[in-house]
């Protein structure tokens, strides 16, 4: 079942959840600022159905199990209906937005591992923890590797990630060396 959806909908549930984050402590990404092991601040939300609508239409995936019902009763979110939040706990921990908006240069999904414990239900409450574990300089870029955790309401952990992002986007130019 094809849901429409529009952009200015999802444009307003990300910027919803982007201004949250917002109101971290001024920081800057730079590699030098983060510290591996640090824990970023929890990020806690409920996954709506304006979420998993969202994540329906940017995937172009109306399954019924996201739409309708799934065998594990009500809705359920998509696999990747979780990537933006790790963003938003990078960025609100290192205050890097300013009134929803991201940083420019933004930062490049570029590897996601996730390990599904149990469904992302509609309507659930949820608390994701995570810590960078890895950063590096590569071909021009700046690479942060982080781990999460999203566990519900009731404290039943719903998926574990493993996330590697890249930034900026318009690659720096290296520096030569005599």
């Known amino acids: 079942m094809e849901k ?3 952009y200015s909908s999802c444009r307003e549930v990300i910027e919803s959840h982007l201004q949250l984050m917002a109101q971290q402590a001024e920081r800057k990404l730079t590699l030098g600022n983060i510290k ?3 824990e970023f601040e929890p990020l806690e939300f409920t996954f709506t159905e304006e979420d998993r609508d969202m994540y329906a239409w940017a995937n172009d995936d109306y399954n019924p199990w996201y739409m309708e019902n799934s065998p594990w009763g009500g809705c359920i979110g998509t696999p990747t209906c979780l ?3 790790t963003l938003m706990q990078i960025y609100g921990h290192y ?18 591992e996730y390990e599904f414990i149990n ?5 659930k409450k949820l608390r994701m923890t995570g810590k960078p574990v890895e950063k590096y300089s590569r071909r021009g870029r700046d690479w942060i ?3 999460h955790l ?11 990630m493993r996330v590697r992002n890249a930034w900026p986007i318009v690659v720096q130019s290296e520096e030569k060396t005599s």
Do not use: C, L, W, Y
């Not at 937005?97 to 996601?112: D, L, M």
């Not at 469904?119 to 309507?123: L, N, S």
């Open 4 to 6: 429409s959806f529009s």
């Open 36 to 38: 591996i092991n640090e």
């Open 83 to 85: 990537a933006m939040q």
């Open 95 to 112: 205050g890097v937005q300013q009134k929803g908006i991201n940083p420019p240069g933004a930062v490049v999904h570029n590897k996601h």
């Open 119 to 123: 469904p992302i239900k509609v309507g």
């Open 145 to 147: 590797v982080t781990e």
């Open 150 to 160: 999203v566990v519900d309401e009731d404290g039943k952990e719903i998926v574990r």
